[in-house]
T-cell receptor, first 116, second 113 residues
């Protein structure tokens, strides 16, 4: 199994630009999560999907952030316009609905975003 | 709301010494608890988990953790630390209703030769 795949691994952009982060969950997993890691706030959940449907987006910081999951194999997190305070590591994770790994979340390697 | 406290921000141990990383949680129901490890520039790898049953759980890389309900703790232990264990360790509790992991602030482990 390839695990959760994220791209790009690193992104450097200028303030005001649009940024799109991508995630491919583990095949067969029904849940997909986006987390953000910063020095100030640690790891925090931004949004999660169940069967491609957004369930809880209460962690999305503001309207500049949006996430989509057009199919079971792909999700995007978009920031438009980006600001320096968005600089962080963004993790995608996925989780199965049933089985021995139920309630476990498998994390991707993360995307390190730097907004200048 | 649930919360996780890792009181030690940074711990240094000598290679071969034993290790205990502390974790205290606050959760209204039976907790689902996890320990993850993050090496520099890497993602989070699951070390072990506790859902129910035996309160002493074994994980990968020789780690174990003990769930103590009376103390609301889930401390991580390893009898003999290797230099490759140097990393940041996160304790987390799952909100089963919201399906979100709440993480502690992490403990950075440094291993001295």
């Amino acid at each position: 199994d390839a695990g959760v795949i994220q791209s790009p691994r690193h992104e450097v952009t200028e303030m005001g630009q649009e940024v799109t982060l991508r995630c491919k969950p583990i095949s067969g997993h029904d849940y997909l999560f986006w987390y953000r890691q910063t020095m100030m706030r640690g790891l925090e959940l931004l949004i999660y999907f169940n069967n491609n449907v957004p369930i809880d987006d209460s962690g999305m910081p503001e309207d500049r952030f949006s996430a989509k999951m057009p199919n079971a194999s792909f999700s995007t997190l978009k920031i438009q316009p980006s600001e320096p305070r968005d600089s962080a590591v963004y993790f995608c994770a996925s989780s199965p609905r049933r089985g021995s790994s139920y309630n476990e979340q498998f994390f991707g390697p993360g995307t390190r975003l730097t907004v200048l | 709301a649930q919360s996780v406290t890792q009181p030690d921000i940074h711990i240094t141990v000598s290679e071969g010494a034993s290790l205990e990383l502390r974790c205290n949680y606050s959760y209204g129901a039976t907790p689902y608890l996890f320990w993850y490890v993050q090496s520099p520039g890497q993602g989070l790898q699951l070390l072990l988990k506790y859902f129910s049953g035996d309160t002493l759980v074994q994980g990968i890389k020789g780690f174990e953790a003990e769930f103590k309900r009376s103390q609301s703790s889930f401390n991580l232990r390893k009898p003999s630390v290797h230099w490759s264990d140097a990393a940041e360790y996160f304790c987390a509790v799952l909100d089963t209703g919201r399906r979100a992991l709440t993480f502690g602030s992490g403990t950075r482990l440094q291993v001295q030769p």
